[in-house]
């Protein structure tokens, strides 16, 4: 099966410009979770779908949204960018109890 | 609130010689139980899980861990580390609860492995 993937693999933005990221899940698997990780803060948990409906969230502000469409594919969306958005963001996708990861998203915030 | 916690944020040890990575979390009940790791640029892999059942779990690259309950404990085991094993690792927990996935990640541990 091929794994995870995520697309773009790094984007460079600057303030106030908006981003969307893409994340294909495992052939089968329903929901998809979105994750940013920051030298600062770590690995946080920003939401999870599973059959297109927002399952849970994490604590992040609005600018900070997602979706999944029917073939389960995932897009988060990050509006009016700020620096601290700069961030690996990385996509998990999960058929049971366990995620696996994408490669991520490495966005940088000018 | 779930926590994790892993208290060394580096370890260096030498090729060959035995690794113990450190983690606690804080939650009420017994949450599902992971390590990953995470190779520079890197996504994160799973190296093995506990849901329930035996203690002691076997993981992949020759990986191990151990579920203490009265110490809140899942300790990542590896008898003899190889360079490769250069990376950085993260313990996380699950509520385990069928609400969904969301994991809660400790702060990771660097290890440096010399040759």
């Known amino acids: 099966k091929a794994g995870v993937t995520q697309t773009p693999r790094y984007l460079i933005k600057t303030r106030g410009q908006q981003v969307t990221l893409s994340c294909s899940p495992i052939?089968?698997?329903?929901?998809v979770s979105w994750y940013q990780q920051t030298p600062g803060q770590g690995l946080q948990f920003l939401f999870e779908?599973?059959?297109?409906?927002?399952?849970n969230k994490g604590n992040f502000p609005g600018r900070f949204s997602g979706r999944q469409f029917s073939n389960s594919r995932s897009e988060m969306n990050v509006s009016t960018l700020e620096l601290g958005d700069s961030a690996l963001y990385l996509c998990a996708s999960s058929g049971t109890n366990e995620q696996f990861f994408g490669p991520g998203t490495r966005l940088t915030v000018l | 609130a779930q926590s994790v916690t892993q208290p060394d944020i580096h370890i260096t040890v030498s090729e060959g010689a035995s690794l113990e990575l450190r983690c606690n979390y804080s939650?009420?009940?017994?949450?599902?139980l992971f390590w990953y790791v995470q190779s520079p640029g890197q996504g994160l892999q799973l190296l093995l899980k506990y849901f329930s059942g035996d203690t002691l779990v076997q993981g992949i690259k020759g990986f191990e861990a151990e579920f203490k309950r009265s110490q809140s404990s899942f300790n990542l085991r590896k008898p003899s580390v190889h360079w490769s094993d250069a990376a950085e690792y993260f313990c996380?927990?699950?509520?385990?609860?069928?609400?969904?996935?969301?994991?809660?990640f400790g702060g990771g541990t660097r290890l440096m492995v010399k040759p």
């Open positions: 939650y009420g009940a017994t949450p599902y």
């Open positions: 996380a927990v699950d509520p385990g609860d069928n609400a969904g996935n969301m994991l809660t």
């Open positions: 779908y599973f059959s297109e409906t927002q399952r």
């Open positions: 052939s089968g698997h329903r929901s």
